[in-house]
């Protein structure tokens, strides 16, 4: 195997996850004894992310390449890689483990070597997802991650388990089945399954329609934008806590950079002609998540739904199709996955001492559980984009993004960010204000394990909010490489966009679609 | 020596003999011998997979197919053995029994060899005939009798189908050797005779591989018959009827009329089978209409006719007897009086016998076309043979009939994890275990690491498409 720095970090950190889980259903310890070993693993797999922090943002585009052969016949090889767009979704898969880890510890009683195993699979097909550069492999880690994901929800989620489980999966993958059509197809027009040299080449406005349609159906049920999101409430509500977390902040993701690392640079014309459509229903997920997450009593339902909106959020960035847009949506992605995996952490450990996700049931904790609405204050605020946050951040760039694209689209998108305020500031006011209505002395406040969960995700709320130019730093050249790809294509092609695309390119002046061209010949192998 | 370039047929034709004299013998210790046996005979095929050669009048021919074929119809005859070896209490798995069904593998390698049409058909109704007796032997079950009915009236029809089929080519050809049948051609318009021969001739295979319109035995006799039989009978014929197909494929260019009746028979097979699977609640039954679907799979590479398709519907076929053997090794390890089992009986399988749910799932994904199993990376290599020939509209048949079977195999995950149930708990020796737990990590392997398989495929296609 060829490798960019002498270690194959991307594989060690898909291949450890894959270790320990074998080694927890061979040898079947106690519990105890599981989740201490799971949560080792999760932190080496955290030590072992470190290296990819060197990532140099203004390098080649792909950093961390490793390759080897896997079907020569076929042109399909292990291609692993790291970029902007992938660089923090990776990074936060790994976070995630060991938080999950210590968020489960004491809410998972049954089958706890099996819950583990599963927890260990999803971290395994999570980070593949975000590293492949071969499509295949793409897919595989795509659709491997389905069946530890369903068995989360079906085997230790809530009473409608089963429901919600066979709901997931079949929306997700009836939806991915054209994206495999599409893979082929692509390899059939392209010779290749190899990401970087497929972005290389170009294709007939037919083709980029078909393949587009196909492909977004498969990344629009995953996001999900309305109306294909019917799965999500029922899959976030009846999945254990840690499952919750791992959807909001990983899988959702997928959907999201799918988007961004396909349909734009492959099918950059048909990502424009499609973008008015894109756009208004990323307009319709952000008023409509809104809306409904507005006359929810179940505290998981309400954020789920919020889901819907944060993530319209993301995909109307992307569909803007400019540097400010697209950062906004990636650094909403992040934000997203650390403000709602908190949050569903938080609702994990309430209904831990409550037994019940009702608000009414969970009233007035302001006064008995301090520290608790202390994180979930803050996580409630961050949902709600408050200045110095994160969300602030990414909120307040899409939306900038989308005020200089068109001001109707901005004007349009405004009220999700004040239905958001109404909807995180009614819940936070009931339950930490409320008549405290079932409380009882038993509830204790946050332990140490809580404390040891939730912090790591609440500095980094601080982290990105108050110095959110260090990520955009590193997530900037690879999103001004992929718009200056589908530019270049799209003029190519003698497609006029009216999305004034170069002015708001914020190109600097040196950097012309020929050099651009060149900056991303030079990092294919 | 030319002989030791037959040695997988030679074997299995020694353990057939062996079985014979243990048969009439009366002896009841085959199960202690046979598995291993068989065993050796897939490393005897492996030793084979480089024999090359034309033997009886150039009739017979050991060519890269043949052997590739002949090592998985001996992985596929040791499997079953291996699975019925797990009940060495049944009174049904008598020495005849196992006479029968090494004698209809038996049949089959010849099959795999026969590259002349007089000779392929004897193959055929050698290792046909054997099922015919086989079929309806289920202790005094009524509906194995109704099995073993249908399946030789289904059968004898087709064959009568068949026959007809190739007096056509003859008479319109000449000759029954593949090799010069293919030097000819096939377009209709010069030779409308041969074509219709060809089609009449190739239902005798669709037959075996419950291809629509020829399915309609299938689910009936999956249900009626013992369920080591339908094990065998769900897989290995299949594998005769594909290698015949894959060899006759060959004969067609792509973009041919004959292409087109395949294409479309392959696009019905699997939305019928998927539609009809939906509503089982047998799980043999479900497994039976599945194979009509799968069999609609296979279609797409021999309608692409290319090197890529014929390589890519051998390799499927072979994933598929994986994939098939794996959960109809669950269907018989569950059924311990070798009952039918219903999807309730699957209730709690996780709680009861935990590996075994695990095996069951990871066929059920493999059948539905998962990553990473076997059944994703052949349903890959077929869509992208399909595509190539541009057979779009068959792709995304294909795909869209995966999205509605997801439901009914994922019928057999969800029962086994989610499903309650107050059954005790299964007790199943180790050395079972063991073997079911290789067949799911071939499963496995074959999907992550193709490359060895795809390419004696490959190898396969190849030589028959230059």
Not at chain 1, 86 to 98: E, G, V
Not at chain 1, 476 to 487: A, Q, Y
Not at chain 2, 325 to 339: M, N, P, Q, R, W
Request: charged share 10%; proline share 5%.
């Amino acid at each position: 195997m060829t490798t960019q720095y002498g270690f194959p970090v991307v594989t060690m950190l898909i291949v450890l996850p894959l270790v320990v889980a074998a080694a927890l259903l061979v040898l079947r310890r106690n519990e105890r004894t599981v989740r201490l070993v799971t949560l080792g693993a999760g932190i080496l797999e955290c030590l072992l992310a470190l290296p990819l922090l060197s990532y140099a943002p203004n390098g080649p585009a792909f950093q961390f390449v490793e390759q080897a052969p896997w079907l020569p016949a076929l042109g399909m090889s292990y291609h692993m890689g790291v970029d902007g767009l992938s660089l923090y979704m990776i990074l936060l898969t790994a976070l995630m483990l060991p938080l999950c880890v210590l968020g489960s510890w004491t809410y998972i009683s049954k089958r706890v070597t099996e819950f583990h195993f599963c927890l260990l699979l999803m971290t395994s097909a999570c980070i593949g997802v975000f590293a492949a550069l071969d499509f295949v492999l793409f897919y595989v880690f795509w659709e491997a991650m389905l069946v530890p994901m369903y068995l989360l929800i079906a085997v230790w989620g809530g009473p409608r388990r089963r429901y919600a489980s066979i709901k997931f999966f079949l929306y997700t993958l009836a939806g991915s089945t054209l994206l495999l059509a599409a893979i082929v197809a692509f390899r059939h027009v392209g010779g290749t399954f190899s990401i970087p040299e497929l972005m290389e080449k170009s294709y007939s406005f037919r083709f980029q329609m078909w393949a587009f349609l196909a492909m977004a159906l498969a990344f629009a049920i995953k996001v999900p934008m309305f109306p294909f999101h019917t799965w999500l409430p029922a899959a976030h509500v009846e999945a254990p806590a840690a499952g919750s977390v791992l959807l909001a902040a990983i899988l959702l993701k997928m959907g999201t950079y799918g988007f961004l690392r396909f349909c734009l640079p492959l099918t950059p014309a048909a990502s424009v002609t499609a973008a008015p459509v894109m756009i208004a229903i990323s307009i319709a997920s952000i008023i409509y998540g809104g809306c409904i997450a507005l006359g929810q009593t179940d505290i998981k339902k309400l954020i789920a739904y919020s889901s819907v909106g944060h993530m319209g959020f993301v995909t109307l960035g992307i569909f803007l199709f400019s540097v400010k847009g697209v950062s906004g949506a990636i650094l909403q992605m992040l934000n997203h996955g650390i403000t709602t995996g908190g949050l569903f952490m938080m609702v994990g450990l309430i209904y831990e001492r409550s037994h019940s996700r009702e608000i009414t049931d969970n009233q007035g904790l302001g006064k008995f559980m301090p520290a608790f609405m202390f994180l979930f204050g803050l996580f409630s605020f961050s949902s709600l984009a408050f200045p110095g946050t994160n969300s602030f951040v990414g909120e307040i760039l899409v939306l900038i993004g989308a005020f200089s694209s068109n001001t109707w689209v901005g004007f349009c998108a405004v009220p999700g960010a004040m239905l958001a305020a109404a909807y995180m500031l009614r819940l936070l006011q009931r339950v930490t204000w409320g008549e405290p209505s079932s409380f009882k002395k038993s509830w204790h406040d946050l332990g140490a394990r809580e404390w040891v969960t939730l912090i790591p995700l609440a500095l980094l709320v601080f982290y990105i909010g108050l110095a959110p130019s260090l990520a955009i730093k590193t997530i900037e050249p690879s999103i001004e490489r992929v718009l200056s790809v589908m530019h270049q294509k799209n003029q190519a092609m003698g497609l006029t966009s009216d999305m004034k695309f170069t002015e708001r390119m914020r190109l600097p002046a040196s950097m012309t679609v020929a050099t651009a061209t060149d900056a991303v010949r030079k990092e294919l192998p | 020596m030319t002989i030791f370039k037959l040695l997988p047929e030679l074997w299995l034709l020694g353990i057939v003999c062996a079985l014979f004299v243990a048969s009439v013998r009366g002896s009841r210790r085959v199960m202690s011998w046979l598995p291993v046996a068989a065993g050796i005979g897939v490393l005897v095929a492996v030793a084979g997979l480089s024999s090359r050669g034309e033997m009886l009048y150039a009739t017979y021919k050991l060519d890269a197919l043949s052997q590739f074929f002949k090592l998985a119809i001996a992985f596929g005859f040791a499997v079953v053995a291996g699975i019925a070896a797990g009940k060495k209490e049944s009174r049904d798995l008598t020495p005849d029994y196992f006479m029968l069904l090494a004698l209809s593998a038996w049949g089959l390698m010849l099959l795999a060899s026969c590259v002349e049409l007089v000779t392929l058909y004897l193959a055929l109704e050698l290792s046909s005939y054997s099922l015919y007796a086989l079929i309806p032997l289920r202790g005094q079950d009524r509906r194995a009798a109704e099995a073993g009915i249908k399946y030789i009236l289904f059968g004898a029809a087709v064959t009568a189908i068949a026959l007809f089929g190739l007096s056509y080519i003859m008479a319109a050809k000449h000759t029954t050797y593949i090799a010069a049948l293919a030097a000819s051609s096939w377009s209709f318009a010069d030779a409308p005779l041969a074509v219709v021969g060809l089609t009449l001739f190739l239902a005798g295979f669709f037959y075996k591989l419950a291809l629509f319109p020829f399915h309609f035995w299938c689910p009936d006799v999956y249900q009626g018959t013992k369920n080591e039989t339908a094990a065998y009978v769900a897989t290995i014929p299949k594998l005769g009827a594909v290698v015949v197909l894959v060899r006759l494929a060959a004969i067609l260019t792509p973009h041919m009329e004959v292409t087109t009746i395949l294409a479309i028979l392959g696009a019905i097979s699997m939305t019928g089978g998927n539609l009809a699977a939906l509503v089982q609640r047998d799980v043999k039954r479900l497994l039976g209409y599945s194979s009509v679907a799968h069999a609609g799979y296979v279609m797409l590479g021999l309608a692409a006719g290319s090197a890529a398709g014929l390589a890519a519907s051998a390799f499927y076929s072979l994933a598929y007897i994986l994939m098939n053997l794996a959960a109809f090794y669950v269907v018989c390890t569950i059924s311990k009086d070798g009952e039918n089992p219903s999807l309730d009986d699957l209730d709690g399988l996780y709680h009861r016998a935990p590996a075994l749910a695990m095996i069951l799932a990871v066929a059920a994904f493999s059948l539905v076309g998962l990553p990473p199993t076997a059944g994703f990376t052949g349903k890959l290599f077929l869509l992208s043979a399909a595509w190539d020939q541009g057979f779009y509209w068959l792709v995304i048949v294909a795909v869209l009939n995966t999205a509605i079977s997801i439901y009914y195999y994922l019928g057999l995950v969800r029962h086994a994890y989610t499903g309650e149930s107050d059954a005790p708990a299964l007790v199943i020796p180790k050395g079972t275990l063991v073997f079911g737990g290789v067949l799911a990590a071939l499963v496995l392997l074959a999907g992550i690491i193709p490359a060895p398989l795809y390419d004696l495929a490959a190898m396969a296609g190849t030589q028959l498409h230059p």
